[in-house]
């Protein structure tokens, strides 16, 4: 332990997994619970603009919330893993509807592709309230962040439409150098495959299948086991809006049903969110991967560094809500946290007081932060990390250490060190380490040094110490946030990382130019036929590709 740093236990570090008084937080039995529970049509995929209801072998959805009497979670509903057939299906529907770029979707015009999209975002809002209940439901995540997931997808593709008709109307001109006239224009890659990930099933798998609809390219997107059921009242959208084929939904495991469909070689871009193992193991098994389009997000281990002239109160309620945010099942959650040892003591204190104080409780009521985990392996998994970082010195300094069933409190572990297993794994969910420095080359090294690179954050106001580190961390992580919480938005910004992290940039302008290919018609000048006919071309109307260039 530093030099002259107190550490005491409030709880003894002793582990409660079965906290019987996080069990009263419960519902007592379904009757108690006034909040609706929602019964959606279950089962559905969207295949070749039908959607399918499909259940030979539907296990039924359980929510994270149980109840008392019989500890049993909550059902609302029931899921269907895709079959290998049928991701066949849908695969062969997307490359009809995209037919080699021949096809209606894959030639409309930018700006007519954008009013389709624009009438999809205005029934989707219609929609907030039903999607939201059952994120709430099936994932755990408050109402209040479970709408706003909604509100802030509806807001992405509304970005993502200003963008590509601002993209379109760059475009419109023509470019002349050395001798060569030409009309440059971003045109569809083809056939898309797009994954969805667990805990923002709806935004982060928008982010990335909006971009590539809004480019003419034909998508498959697929769910995974928790988290799909606030896809199904879009599927309707989806056929309404587009036509049969341009888009199709799938369920099921990423390895199978990802893993078959890239093995086809008849994946042209692929946009996965998910591990670095999984990843690995999805694209080994490409044919043909010099042409697959690679767009992922994976782990990260975002560190804040406390300075010793930091402002405690902006850096305990920056960290604290970093860590808490939907349990810290995040890519963008606190990780790991560096404090200066002068403000150790006090830093610690705060933090924990300030988390401590933070309601747990049902996702419906009103002010809670920590809810109820959605991952059946995730609490002994968190639980596993806290018996290791004891063993190797490292103390609860927080009303931590507690859980019943899928309820977790948020525990606080100080001071962590290298041989602890969540010194360099990420955790994922509700405890978060806390390591000492003396020397600021420390936390700059094990950023630098670390395997993942999506964020960081400094907290503190000495000029030299923030160019220090701002100079020193600028080349290993995508964003570095100065007394800020990390963060994906604004949806204008890049957001990328390094490492394991990323690979590719998740915002709408990169989006929509990486599931794209800049493509030139050109002529040679030195001739005024080549001239008369391109420009005769752009006037006619005839063109999908030469047009509106003035």
């Known amino acids: 332990m530093a030099q002259g740093i107190s550490i005491k236990s409030p709880v003894g570090d002793k ?16 009757d108690d619970i006034k909040e609706p529970i929602p019964s959606p049509e279950s089962c559905l995929l969207l295949i070749d603009g039908k959607v399918v209801k499909s259940e030979k072998t539907a296990t039924e959805v359980e929510s994270p919330v149980i109840t008392q009497d019989d500890n049993k979670h909550v059902i609302i509903g029931k899921f269907e893993m895709a079959s290998e057939a049928q991701a066949m299906q849908a695969l062969e529907a997307a490359q009809r509807a995209y037919g080699y770029g021949r096809e209606e979707w894959s030639k409309m015009k930018l700006e007519e592709r954008c009013k389709h999209m624009e009438g999809f975002a205005n029934d989707l809002e219609k929609k907030t309230d039903e999607i939201a209940q059952l994120l709430m439901w099936e994932i755990g995540k408050t109402s209040k ?24 109307e760059s475009e419109s001109k023509w470019e002349e150098e050395k001798g060569i006239l030409c009309q440059i224009r971003h045109l569809p890659v083809g056939v898309v495959l797009a994954s969805s990930p667990f805990n923002y099933p709806l935004n982060e798998a928008y982010t990335t299948f909006i971009p590539a609809l809004l480019m003419g390219n034909s998508v498959i997107v ?107 099942q995040r890519c ?34 009103e002010g809670v932060k920590i809810t109820p985990l959605c991952e059946d392996t995730k609490p002994g998994y968190i639980k596993e990390l806290i018996e290791d970082a004891l063993k190797k010195g490292a103390h609860i300094v927080n009303n931590g250490g507690k859980c019943y069933a899928t309820l977790c409190t948020l525990s606080i572990l100080a001071p962590a060190n290298k041989d602890m297993k969540i010194w360099s794994e990420e955790q ?25 690179g999506l964020q960081a954050s400094v907290y503190g106001y000495d000029e030299d110490d923030i160019a220090k580190v701002v100079d020193a961390l600028s080349y290993h992580v995508g964003r570095l946030n100065i007394n800020a919480p990390d963060q994906r938005g604004p949806d204008v910004f890049p957001f990328t990382g390094r490492g394991n992290s990323a690979l590719g940039i998740l915002n709408a302008p990169e989006g929509l130019k990486f599931f794209s290919v800049p493509t030139m018609v050109a002529t040679k000048t030195d001739d005024e036929r080549n001239v008369k006919v391109l420009k005769a071309v752009n006037a006619g109307g005839k063109s999908q590709v030469v047009f509106g260039a003035k």
């Open 428 to 452: 994922f969910g509700p405890v978060t380490p806390v390591a000492f420095y003396t020397d600021l080359q420390e936390p700059i090294d094990y950023v630098a040094k670390s395997e993942y």
């Open 332 to 365: 963008t959650a606190i990780k790991m946290i560096w404090v200066h040892e002068s403000k150790a003591e006090e830093f610690l204190k705060k933090l924990g007081e300030k988390i401590d104080s933070m309601q747990l409780g049902m996702p419906w009521e």
């Open 15 to 30: 582990l409660d997994w079965d906290c019987q008084e996080l069990k009263a937080k419960f519902p007592k039995t379904k």
């Open 145 to 168: 962040d479970a709408k706003s997931e909604v509100t802030r997808t509806v807001a992405y593709i509304q970005t993502a439409i200003k963008e590509a008709k601002a993209l379109s």
């Open 222 to 328: 697929r769910a995974p086991r928790n988290g799909a059921t606030p896809h199904f009242p879009t599927l309707e959208l989806f056929a309404k809006h587009f036509p049969a084929g341009t888009i199709q939904f799938l369920t099921g495991s990423g390895r199978e049903v990802m893993g078959s469909l890239i093995g086809t070689g008849k994946i042209d871009a692929v946009a996965f969110i998910g591990t670095a193992s999984s990843a690995a193991g999805l694209f080994k098994g490409a044919p043909n991967p010099q042409k697959l389009r690679v767009m992922y997000e994976g782990e990260a281990k975002d560190s804040a560094i406390i300075l010793p002239d930091a402002d405690l109160d902006v850096a305990v309620e920056s960290c604290a809500s970093g860590m808490t945010s939907f349990n810290g």
